[in-house]
């Protein structure tokens, strides 16, 4: 067999145009049942909040998205979650709720959270429905890699251009939709074309992030995302079982395992593989810390760590105080958590429980509901 050329970044941008688009998404069939109320499972709250960027809202009420080499559309009702089929796909209702993890109660969870949490507790009853998603461990790692450090206008276009690379499942509402890539169709993508496509940093923001953390580890990722994604697709194609089922197996060993394993990976450090451990592999304990989630444990869970420092050592601190508090699915209430202190949702809230904002002292301060956490 012909080896196969690499694509160009003009074949990458062009595939990405509906006109291009030669798969057509079969006849679209009739609205189904899911089978759950939305207090437990409410799909803006858990599919716009930083958990996965690749669903889509198509029209108002409407999510769409793929699993795998399927299309489907989700809406919400006032009893229920409705899913429609934009192709075959035998066994959707159980792959549906395996990605919404639905066989795990938010009624249970909640009860022993707000026990646990006064803050909890108030703010739970306005952010009903929000899940832990059980994604495809491959995309999460190349998800997570665009965001770190980054906001989720910016992670979006990331993940999109992505997702071009892989097969097109067609056009919903006017928005192209793409089976997420496999390693191997990823492998094809060069540092150059990920830079062109807006992996790195552009003047001026560029030089406003490198005053705010040149003296931080962290301006090495701020400037290597190109080359994470390039190595990190090499790593995992040079796994013997093969990167897909080496991440997969990662699911059966302990959160500490997990972390140690992703962090090999180019571009994963602690936060990000917290984010992939939660949100594709099971370890439901994992809690991904960034500057917000800090204030989030200062504020409410461990006071006496105000005035410190975000180190490794008060990463594990943080991520301690919220297993402490919350158990074995803390990863669930740091969520519900996380999203009462976005700003873009506190409009949820009743005003007491508004968190006190500082001004912002800069124009070229970021929101910080903007830069993703989860």
Known sequence: MAPIAKRSLSFAIAVATPERITKKPRAREEWRSLSVPPVELNLALTLLTGQTFLWK??????????????????????QDTLYRLHTEFPGAKEALREFFTLDTSLAALWSSFSAADERFAAVAPY??????LRQDPVECVFQFICSSNNHIQRITK???FLATQGSPLGCVDGQSFFQFPSLEQLSFLTEKQLRDAGFGYRFPSFLFFVAKMVASSLFLTLSCRA?????????????????????KSLREGSLEQATAALCTLP?????????????????????????????????????????QRLTSKMHSAVAQAFVSRFGAYAGWAHAVLFIAELSSHQKLLPSHLHTQRKPRTSKNSKRNEDVVSL
């Open 267 to 307: 571009g994963i450090g602690p936060k990000v593989a917290a984010c992939v451990s939660l949100f594709s592999l099971d370890k439901h304990d994992a809690i991904p810390v960034d500057t917000h989630v800090w204030q989030i444990a200062v504020q409410y869970l461990k006071p006496e760590l105000a005035g």
């Open 127 to 132: 952010i009903q429905g929000a899940r832990v």
């Open 158 to 160: 990331m993940v999109d």
């Open 227 to 247: 080359k994470y994604i390039v190595g990190a697709v090499e790593t995992l194609r040079s796994k013997e079982s093969g990167g897909d089922e080496w991440l």
């Open 57 to 78: 809202q198509t029209s108002p009420g409407v999510f769409t998205g793929a699993l795998g080499p399927h299309l489907v559309s989700l809406r919400q009702t006032p």
